[in-house]
């Protein structure tokens, strides 16, 4: 086996992210079956379509009122990602997307996560021009 074939992922999580991550698989999994199942999606346009709605559920969670912060939110959707495909991809797919995972999903997120920082979207609103 070459250097290039090895692949160290680190899917150590703190306690309390193995908690977030237990509340939001269910929806995570269910969010993404559809689409696991899917022979017309190419595995990477799959992976990015996975890591996108993982992504968009650990927007959702607070903690007493507060947002996770980036690198919480970033390893649960590692994580739960990973997990995810192992456990409910096809048999006939997981090989192939845990190798495409594992050699780009974490870039993936980061260039996901550098998109929304650089391109917000902000409503701006005028009180003085309502029409009551």
């Known amino acids: 086996m070459s250097d290039s074939e090895i692949i160290i992922v680190n899917n150590e999580l703190t306690p309390q992210q193995h908690k977030i991550a237990d509340k939001i698989y269910d929806i995570a999994h269910k969010t993404i079956q559809e689409i696991l199942y899917s022979p017309s999606i ?21 903690i007493n009122d507060r947002n996770l912060r980036g690198f919480e939110k970033r390893a649960i959707v590692v994580y739960l990602t990973r ?12 090989d192939s997307l845990l190798r495409i ?32």
Do not use: T, W
């Open 42 to 62: 190419d595995d990477l346009v799959l992976l990015v379509k996975s890591v996108s709605k993982v992504a968009g559920l650990s927007e959702m969670i607070k």
């Open 101 to 132: 995972y594992d050699s780009c999903g974490i870039n993936l997120l980061e260039i996901m996560i550098d998109f929304a920082k650089n391109n917000k979207l902000v409503k701006k609103i005028s009180l003085g021009s309502c029409l009551c």
């Open 83 to 94: 997990k995810i495909i192992q456990q409910h991809a096809p048999a006939y797919r997981v």
